[in-house]
Structures are given as structure tokens and as C-alpha cells.
């Protein structure tokens, strides 16, 4: 999970106590995921913004071979424990979807997308051979 330490606690909100609404959801997420009998199964990771500042709060599921799933419009008081609820959701399924009616009832207006996941880069590609014909292009047809 990708936190958006930038957000602010909403649109009108910006700072609360002193802190953003990402620093604040950061916060409570860890306290919680310290005691989260799956800990050791997901990562709480920060950057410094996921680019998406008018609809704070946001995050990220992101995993191998998964689908990545951006919500945002959280609120960072109350969103922590569904999150988690939503992490188990996700590390449960075995190619990373998630229909939104199984996400907590407060989530689900606030996933926002689902990107596909990377697709593999051929051995060849990744070795450095630029002219390697194993992957073709989305755009690109057969002759």
C-alpha cells in the first residue's frame, strides 16, 4: 500500500493539528498494521504525492503481478481499519481484483481506478537486446 503523504485532509482542509490528512492517515494506518495479524503480508510504503491533490486523501494497492487500485476522496480520521479490510481483500485474490461491492460500504465511492498490471519484459529485453521480437506492441498487427 502507497500513501500520499501530501494529501491534505480535504479539498477545504489542508492541515489538521498541524499535520496533513496523509501524514495523519500514515499514522493511524501503521498503529493498526502493527497489530494486523497479515502484517508481514503488506508493505505500508509513502511517496510524496501520488499527483491526484484535488481529491485528498489518496492510496494505493500495488502487488506483482496485480492490478494497481488508486482511491482517493478518504478520509483520514475514519479510513484506516477499512483500508486494512480492503488490503485483505486484495492479497486474497489471487490475480488482484477486487469488485467494489465486496469493499467496505465507506470505500467504495472512493476507488477511483484500476490499472492493469505491468506486463513482463521478456529475458531478452531485460538483458539489454533492444531487437528482441518477443513482445509486440499493443498497437502493432501481425502481417
Do not use: N
Not at 79 to 108: H, I, N, R, W
Amino acid at each position: 500500500m502507497i500513501v500520499c503523504q501530501s494529501c491534505g485532509v480535504s479539498v477545504e482542509e489542508e492541515k489538521r493539528d498541524g499535520e496533513t490528512g496523509g501524514a495523519h492517515l500514515l499514522k493511524q494506518l501503521q498503529a493498526l498494521h502493527g497489530q494486523w495479524p497479515r502484517r508481514d503480508e503488506l508493505a505500508i510504503a509513502t511517496t510524496g504525492c501520488l499527483c491526484i491533490c484535488e481529491q485528498p486523501c489518496a492510496i494505493a494497492y500495488v502487488g506483482t503481478g496485480k492490478p494497481t487500485y488508486l482511491f482517493t476522496h478518504l478520509d483520514p480520521i475514519t479510513c484506516a481499519a477499512d483500508l486494512l479490510t480492503a488490503a485483505e481483500l486484495y492479497l486474497d485474490s489471487t490475480d488482484g481484483m477486487v469488485p467494489a461491492f465486496k469493499l467496505p460500504p465507506d470505500l467504495q465511492p472512493c476507488r477511483t481506478a484500476r490499472i492493469p498490471p505491468a506486463p513482463a519484459v521478456s529475458a531478452s529485453l531485460r538483458a539489454g537486446d533492444r531487437h528482441g521480437s518477443e513482445l509486440q506492441s499493443p498497437l502493432q498487427t501481425e502481417a
